[in-house]
């Protein structure tokens, strides 16, 4: 990869935190663990006040991991709206502003099905 690509698309801040979170990952112990460590990374590098792991599942999208406001008060079960839904609907990156927030979603495809999503809140820039 090209360095200067590096320096001009990431700062050392958030290749650092993107790197600390993909070895927590790959030593996470469980799914659950894995997600959270996932959204925590995520919020850091998205600087995002909210994240949430959408796992896909046969009996429709469940949280998986969850980071920031409101965390505690989130539901397991996820309802297929906002940029979740265009994610998934389009299989790439969405992206839904209003009313000064931002939600951005990316989904994660295993055998070209849906497996995950990670999903991102927060001001709109």
């Given at each position: ?8 698309r ?39 006040d ?51 927030a ?24």
């Amino acid at each position: 990869m090209d360095s200067g690509w590096r320096e001009s698309r990431w700062g050392r801040r958030d290749r650092t935190a993107l790197g600390a979170a993909i070895r927590a990952v790959a030593g996470a112990p469980d799914l659950a663990s894995a997600a959270g460590l996932i959204a925590e990374g995520a919020a850091s590098l998205l600087r995002a006040d909210r994240v949430t792991v959408v796992r896909i599942g046969d009996d429709g999208p469940r949280v998986a991991g969850t980071t920031g406001a409101g965390a505690e008060r989130i539901d397991d079960v996820v309802a297929l709206t906002g940029a979740l839904a265009a994610a998934l609907a389009t299989a790439g990156a969405s992206e839904v502003r209003s009313s000064g927030a931002a939600e951005v979603a990316a989904p994660a495809e295993v055998a070209g099905r849906p497996w995950a999503a990670v999903v991102a809140a927060g001001p709109a820039a």
